[in-house]
């Protein structure tokens, strides 16, 4: 495995000097944007997010004149927040959206009152709401765009289908190996020293983290439309394209659900 910066992924892959990528709606909007990946397996079928606020707010309608951080502008937390914010009537001009960076600095912003809210990747939403805050609620119950998985290049589908097919049966294969209920000590252990939390908040992700698995690998086509939707929406493409032509699950569809 070789871990590269989130800003360099896409275009290692894109040059070939990566095969594949976990990212999964980034790599959907690029295909958008005319660079040659296609999902090819989705591990979780809607992000788990909180959208984190001081425990004095109770409805999202309260964020209206607020500050709301998140990580980059444009980014799929973004997408998400503003997805929310749609969904209960709000629009992004109710709000001032600032770009925060990573979640230890919107937590440490909530903190210093920098902002009103924050939509956060659990567990570190988990972790804030130890803090003194709360989640107002889980953005992936609204939002149910795909999150993670493994994305390559079109040109390696048709070159090399017998090494795409490997690694998406080891993607679809460690979903259900986390998902079966056997395996539930160890996934929360392994959660637990992974993000360094105590058991109640480790089985706090465990119980948020479940629900969201893909054991199949496929998602169904209206929530690549929602990516499809969004980055439209937000001036990525002026050229909505068939969500079909951006996935091929058919390597996972290969291994029953």
Known sequence: M???????????????????TTFSTSAVEATLMGMPFRLVAVANEQPVWGLVVPKSVNQVSELRGKKIGVSSFGGTIYSGAVYVLKHFGLTPKDVT??????TLTR???????????????????????KEGFKILLDVGSIYRAPMGGVSTTA????????EVRKVVRA???????????????????YIGTLFK??????????????????????V???KIQLVVDSA??????????????????????????
Do not use: C, W
């Open 197 to 218: 939390l105590d058991r109640a908040s480790a089985e706090e992700f465990y119980r948020r983290l479940m629900p969201s698995l893909s054991t199949s690998g496929v």
């Open 232 to 257: 439209v929406e937000r001036g990525l493409t002026n050229k909505p394209s068939d969500p079909n032509r951006l996935v091929d699950f058919s390597f996972a569809r290969e291994l029953g659900s």
């Open 2 to 20: 070789i871990i590269v910066k989130a800003e360099a992924i896409l275009a290692a892959l894109s040059a070939g000097e990566l095969g594949y």
């Open 220 to 222: 169904d086509r209206d």
């Open 97 to 102: 959206f600032l770009a925060i960076g990573n």
């Open 155 to 162: 040109s390696r589908i048709h070159d090399d289908p017998g």
């Open 107 to 129: 937590v440490a912003a909530l903190k210093k009152g920098a902002i009103d809210a924050a939509v956060i990747a659990a567990p570190g939403d988990i972790v804030a709401a």
């Open 171 to 189: 993607v679809v294969g460690a979903s259900r190996a986390i998902k079966n209920p056997q395996n539930r000590e160890d996934v929360v252990g």
